[in-house]
């Protein structure tokens, strides 16, 4: 069973930064990051594969960067000149196939606060 643990979050006023981190129990293809705010879909963030590719959001680009440490399987989102839209809960997502979307896997979510 593939486990994702995130750590990081919390409130933050805009303009800030804050940085997650997610650990992975094995090596995946690809890992990054979901969003989902109140009464919204699920949506993409920023992802990087272990070849070090990137793709972000257009809401984020500029302002986030995913990264990655293969070598501990761990995966980061640096989050700076937030506003409160970006409120939301923050889920890591690994895929550990990269054609198969049922290998994809989920952390259990962490909270990010923007207000003033």
């Known amino acids: 069973q593939v486990q994702l643990v995130e750590s990081g979050g919390g409130s933050v006023q805009p303009g800030g930064s804050l940085r997650l981190s997610c650990a992975a129990s094995v090596r995946l293809y690809r890992m990054g990051w979901y969003r989902q705010a109140p009464g919204k879909q699920r949506e993409l963030v920023a992802f990087?594969?272990?070849?070090?590719?990137?793709n972000y959001a257009d809401s984020v680009k500029g302002r986030f960067t995913v990264s990655r440490d293969n070598a501990k399987n761990t995966v980061f989102l640096q989050m700076n000149s937030l506003t409160p839209e970006d409120t939301a809960a923050y889920f890591c997502y690994g895929r550990l196939v990269p054609t198969s979307a049922a290998s994809d896997y989920w952390g259990q979510g962490t909270q990010v606060t923007v207000s003033s």
């Open positions: 990087v594969t272990s070849g070090g590719s990137t």
